[in-house]
């Protein structure tokens, strides 16, 4: 398919609605919310799992994952995943933005944008098993049925981003400011 | 009533497969919202544009007044839906080292796959780091920070929790909280986004979408999540007839044959008051005043104990049927009533005749662990069924 023009995104609080559809239908018909972190952890461990396998049944936090005979992938939190690229992939052909290219502040390389990914994503890696949960899994769902450390750990992030903005203005922004 | 055991309806592929369905949604919603696109997430942190925190907290805000909206209505019930644990002070630094990844690489975990699925670079190396971000975790935790990651850790522990007050109060709050924040957002995005006309864009749609969430959340206050006897009354009739046609009434013999039996994990509540209990008891049963019942953190743990057969042990009917009608009002599974209460159980351990005994009766000490040896070829026709549990599955795991 030929991607044709882009069209604009939705307007936010539309978007807040429908994705908060999803969350309430998620909770009512499994009692889980979404998540995404949860499925590229155990997709790691399974990638772990088939070239050390003796390791990952050494090291309990993996084991309760994928020890002995257990695949890692046969957990819903993973098939939530292939669900994600899916919708993503479809929405992105439906409004002409499935194509090949990288986002970035105006003031850097392609090369500098792809490195900065990779260290970012790495650092929100470790963050978000150290917090047991990412944006959407810990944050989202946990805010929606009133965890009081969803909501804690949801602030953490603004501040820790907030804090650290300033000082990583150059990859973001133009000479403006 | 939701949430369901879709494993246990549809098998787990249909349980898959619904999930996938869901997952769908969720890209799907992401993308559409521009959060496949770093560019608008990191504008977030520099108040240009905050369409991450209006989508995040529209989401919340929409998901929650639903959940707990269905939850007062008696359709949802909100002891079976997953909530995070609460691990305090890992869950801040976790949060805090997210953040500077967040505004480092411009995405989020899940941004980040819906990036890479409509073929973005930047998103496609974001999630190699994610996953290399994780491994690294994963093969360093146990012997770095393992203590502190398991550390302060307070369970399911909620804001009304912590509160003291209804779900509905919480509720109404949040959302006044969200509005508030979002009032304030076009207020920085018309200073620093260079939108000085943001505030009265779209002004129907949001003001009605702000009445509507309003609305429901005073609604919600005002309902309250469901007292005990709103819960009985709601129950199917087939439930609350298993008291009036005294299914749940269970022989002292049957009861032994559990108690010693290897198929289920017996807890046995005795309601009677501290000094009854004193004088006699049945061996390894647990004082408990009904009024216990009505604390949920005690309701919840028995709901979601698996293989778990309660009964209640009392001195007269109507008190154990009250408290079978709170439980049962609980949706707590498994919960019998000893029939004939103490003394139904003293009659027949004392008088029942025992082939063992010269003279058909034990000797003369109350029955409080009478010896099953001696009774289990008595027969009797079985009242007890096991019925499995739902209990929430984890969440992010």
Known sequence: MKPSTQKAYLNPYLGGILLGLVL??????????????????????????????????QIPYLAS???????????????????IIGGGSLSALLNGRFKVETRKGPRISVPTRLAMAFLG??????????????????????????????????FAVFVGAYALAWFVRKLWLDERR | MAPFALADIFGQTGFF??????GVGFGATLEMSGFGDSRVLAAQFYFRDLTVLKVMFTAIITAMTLIFLMSSLGLLD????????????????????????FVIGGFCPGTSLVAMASLKLDGLLFVLGVLFGIFVFGDTIDSTFGAFWHSSNLGR??????????????????????????????????????????????????????GVLVLAGVVVALLGQPTVEQRWSRLPEAVRAKLSDRLVFIEPIEMLHVMKGRNAKPVLFDIR?????????????RQINPRAFQDEALIRDLKTAQNTIYFIVADDERSAAETWKTLAAWKVPNVYILNGGIDGWIAYFTAHPVKHYPDGKPP??????????????????????????????????
Not at chain 1, 65 to 83: R, Y
Not at chain 1, 124 to 153: D, E, I, K, N, P
Request: hydrophobic share 50%; with cysteine; proline share 3%.
């Open chain 1, 24 to 57: 309430f239908i998620s909770f009512f018909l499994t009692g889980n919310g979404l998540g995404a972190s949860g499925g590229l952890n155990r997709f790691v461990v399974f990638i772990e799992d088939l070239f050390a396998a003796d390791h990952v049944n």
């Open chain 2, 273 to 285: 008051s501290e000094g009854r209990y004193n004088l006699f008891h049945i061996l390894d049963s």
């Open chain 2, 17 to 22: 497969i619904i999930v996938l369905l869901i």
């Open chain 1, 65 to 83: 994952m994928a020890g002995g005979t257990v695949n890692p992938l046969d957990h819903w939190i993973f098939i939530m995943i292939v669900g």
């Open chain 2, 157 to 210: 522990f909620t804001l009304q929790d912590w509160l003291g007050v209804d779900a509905g109060i919480v509720v109404l709050l949040v959302i006044l909280m969200a509005l508030a924040m979002f009032l304030g957002g076009e207020k920085l995005e018309a200073i620093y986004g260079g939108k000085p006309k943001q505030l009265t864009r779209g002004r129907g749609f949001k003001f009605s979408a702000a």
């Open chain 1, 121 to 154: 994503g790495a650092i929100m890696g470790y963050g978000a098993r150290f917090a047991r949960g990412c944006t959407s899994g810990q944050a989202m769902s946990g805010g929606a049925v009133l965890s009081v450390g969803s909501w804690t750990f949801m």
């Open chain 2, 78 to 101: 909100y002891d079976l839906l997953y909530v995070n644990t609460t691990y305090l002070f890992p869950g801040i630094v976790g949060g805090l080292v997210m953040g500077v990844g």
């Open chain 2, 364 to 397: 003369g000490l109350l029955p409080e662990d009478p010896d099953f040896y001696h009774y289990k070829d008595v027969a009797f026709t079985p009242k007890v069924k096991l019925q499995k549990v739902k209990a929430p599955a984890g969440g992010c795991g």
